[in-house]
């Protein structure tokens, strides 16, 4: 029981120990001056933003994104299947055609009511 | 080997869903006014279809059986899905927005209910259920003109999701006890071992969750609202549609897997049908707005559906199964009016139907049948489904009597409150500005049918009576 | 060892927060977190029980997917109401949705 927990610590430790070290080093091995000019931009490389960045996004793209959220997760049912190819045979792939099928249906009528055009 | 043939309806309703989505994006947007006859017609088909093949059974699945008690709930769900059709041809139309989509999801509410109704299955009944549930909360929100539909949709939305989650939570501990999703597998373990905790706690949430859809009080908050906000066809689809739905899975749920612990949910079921009559019909008497007084008045009617669980026998069943199938044509009646008298004048207050009855006496007729369909007073058609659901109580156990003499106490409450409205249109006068409503031939047409029907059932109830009761038998059959 | 009853102690908690963040909060997308997590807390339910009581079958992780695909379904119907909403009065708080009585 201890030693499943020990794992888990160790494992820690070092996802810990990882991030931690990697930030000393970059501290220990930088060039020590004070950073001025460019550096000190928010991009060093970039264009520089214009205007205050809190600005409101077009509901929009909350479209696109509900989209994808959708289409996304209805592959979930394709892993099973995928794995399972062999064994369930003719009749699964078909079902699995019409199921594909009514995802296009749906991609169609989000492609038909402008759903996806890009602004 | 999956028995695909016993699909059809199932298959037929899907197939007709999915055509009208295609048709509305092949159609250019201003000539899909055809669309609604589709639905209008398809459904149709679908009902005689129904009633030709009533004799079909069989099992898909384990889970999953076809019996005479799926086909009669179809049935209901297709003639409610009909009339909300019908009953949407010029509400729609106004409205002006995406008639594909409307009737589209129109349809898959309906494959949503016939799939609740028929599993016998907790993974398919879940699926059905949200299927109803997900497009129901799009088509309360449909509006886009009208905030209060948007702000009834996320309403509907939040607590909807809330009671399938405590749903959920409720099958999984089911399962998790059982060992099993299929009722029948789950009734046969239950009565092999003894009733453990977990499986108690999972049975009150998942009554929990049902009295969410039945809108059986204390659950029922979410009622009013919805049904004010929603477009007004949707809002009679809902109530008769939903509610019957739920209906029809719960008592699979009770008497299938858990026949045998009706100790435990025998009270809860008593204590709210008492709940819902007493609450709904005294809360309807100060309702200003027509939908909701509807509203109320549709939980108190979950109320008295209640008692046909209650009562745990076939008599009881059948009367559940009959009042349902008369609600679905009083509650239409009743939406329809108010759908006609809408497009008019834009409003639901009980004031603005004053001289109604001048104005277009076709409308207030429907509006009076069908509300005193409600009430229950003869020869209206909800007089015999009333009597069915309080004698069978009181079949069940003498001791049960004070429960139909409740629900026959609440009934004269709500005679009142229904005359309210009848007051208002065949005493009041009308605004003189005020000419005669526009009412489609389509609905006028429907109007008469249901007309008809409300009196034919309620002098002659028989042919329906043996239907719904054999219907029930079919339940009971291993 | 970790047992059947740790996941489903585990569960139940998950399901409490939820429970108490749907019914706590007033803000239309918290409430749809707090449902999220009673929906995991289910999840979490039915696979725990179909590994330790039944490993040789999969109807818990079965209706586990089914659940995960429903919830990202209904989220994403909510969504799109709340963004309707919030196009029209700049607020997602629902006890200013008032224009219908509550």
Redesign the interface.
């Known amino acids: 029981m201890l030693q499943q927990y020990a794992i888990i610590g160790i494992f820690l430790l070092g996802a810990v120990g990882t991030a931690v070290g990697s930030i000393v080093v970059n501290w220990l091995v930088r060039p020590k001056p004070e950073p001025k000019g460019d550096k000190r931009a928010t991009y060093e490389c970039g264009l520089e933003t214009i205007g205050p960045t809190w600005v409101q996004f077009k509901a929009r793209y909350f479209l696109y994104a509900l989209v994808f959220l959708l289409f996304d997760v209805e592959t979930i049912f394709l892993y099973p299947w995928a794995v399972g190819f062999q064994e369930l045979g003719f009749l699964a792939f078909v079902e699995m055609m019409i199921f594909i099928g009514i995802l296009a249906l749906g991609l169609w009528y989000a492609w038909k009511e402008e759903g996806l055009k890009w602004l | 080997m999956v028995n695909f043939g016993l699909l059809y309806m199932e298959i037929a309703t899907a197939a007709l869903g999915l055509m009208l989505l295609a048709w509305g994006l092949l159609v250019p947007k201003r000539e899909r006014q055809g669309i609604a006859y589709l639905t209008a017609a398809g459904l149709l088909a679908l009902l005689a279809l129904a009633w030709c093949t009533r004799g079909a059974a069989g099992t898909v699945l384990p889970g999953y059986t076809i019996d005479l008690y799926s086909i009669y709930f179809k049935s209901l769900f297709l003639t409610a899905a009909f009339l909300a059709t019908i009953c949407s041809f010029d509400y729609v139309a106004k409205m002006g927005f995406n008639q594909g989509e409307y009737y589209a999801l129109l349809v898959f509410a309906t494959l949503g209910m016939m799939v609740l109704a028929t599993s016998g299955e907790l993974i398919t009944l879940y699926l059905g259920l949200e299927l109803m549930a997900i497009t129901f909360y799009i088509l309360v929100a449909y509006r886009l003109d009208d905030p209060k539909s948007a702000e009834a949709g996320i309403k509907y939305l939040l607590l909807g999701a809330l009671s399938s989650a405590i749903l959920l939570y409720g099958f999984s501990l089911i399962y998790g006890t059982c060992g099993s999703t299929v009722l029948r597998e789950i009734g046969k373990r239950i009565s092999s071992g003894q009733a453990d905790f977990a499986l108690l706690l999972g049975l009150i949430f998942v009554i929990a969750g049902f009295s969410f859809k039945v809108t059986a009080v204390p659950f029922h908050m979410w009622a009013p609202d919805v049904y004010e906000g929603a477009p007004t066809p949707i809002t009679a689809f809902l109530s008769v549609g939903s509610k019957a739905a739920a209906f029809a899975a719960l008592i699979r749920i009770l008497f299938l897997g858990f026949d045998n612990q009706a100790f435990l949910w025998l009270p809860l079921v008593t204590v709210l049908s008492v709940l819902s009559m007493v609450l709904g019909n005294l809360v309807a008497i100060p309702q200003k707005n027509v939908k909701r007084l509807l509203a109320y008045s549709s939980v108190a009617q979950g109320g008295y559906l209640l008692l046909g669980i209650v009562s745990a026998s076939l008599l009881g069943i059948g009367a559940i199964l009959y009042y349902a199938m008369i609600y679905v044509f009083a509650n239409m009646g009743a939406f329809m009016a108010a759908t006609a008298f809408y497009n008019n004048d834009r409003s639901d207050e009980i004031k603005d139907y004053a001289g109604l009855a001048r104005r277009a006496p076709l409308v207030a007729a429907v509006m009076l049948f069908s509300v005193a369909s409600l009430a229950g007073i003869p020869p209206l058609a909800g007089f015999p489904g009333k009597l069915y659901l309080f004698s069978s109580v009181v079949a069940r156990d003498y001791s049960y009597l004070w429960l139909a003499l409740l629900g026959l106490l609440m009934s004269a409450v709500s005679v009142y409150y229904y005359l309210q409205i009848v007051k208002a249109m065949y005493t009041g006068n009308p605004a003189p500005q005020k000419g005669a409503l526009q009412v489609s031939r389509g609905m006028e047409v429907a109007m008469l049918l249901v007309l008809g029907i409300l009196f034919f059932l309620g002098i002659y109830p028989t042919p329906l009576t043996n239907y719904a009761f054999k219907a029930g038998e079919t339940l009971f059959m291993p | ?2 047992t059947l009853n740790h996941y ?1 102690a585990l ?1 139940a908690l998950l ?1 409490c927060i ?2 108490l963040g ?1 019914l706590g909060k007033r803000n ?1 997308i918290a ?2 977190m707090g ?1 999220e997590l ?2 995991n ?2 999840n979490i ?2 696979v725990a ?1 179909n590994r330790f ?2 490993p040789s079958q999969v ?2 992780q ?2 586990a ?6 919830a ?18 700049l607020d997602t708080n ?1 006890e200013d ?1 008032n ?4």
Request: charged residues 10%; hydrophobic residues 75%; aromatic residues 12%.
């Open positions: 060892m970790i489903v569960s399901f939820g429970l749907a239309a409430i749809l449902i009673m929906l807390a289910v339910n039915l029980f009581l039944q109807v818990g079965v209706f997917l089914f659940i995960i695909l429903v990202a379904a209904e989220v994403a119907v909510g969504l799109a109401l709340v963004i309707n909403i919030y196009r029209r009065r629902i949705l224009w219908l009585k509550w």
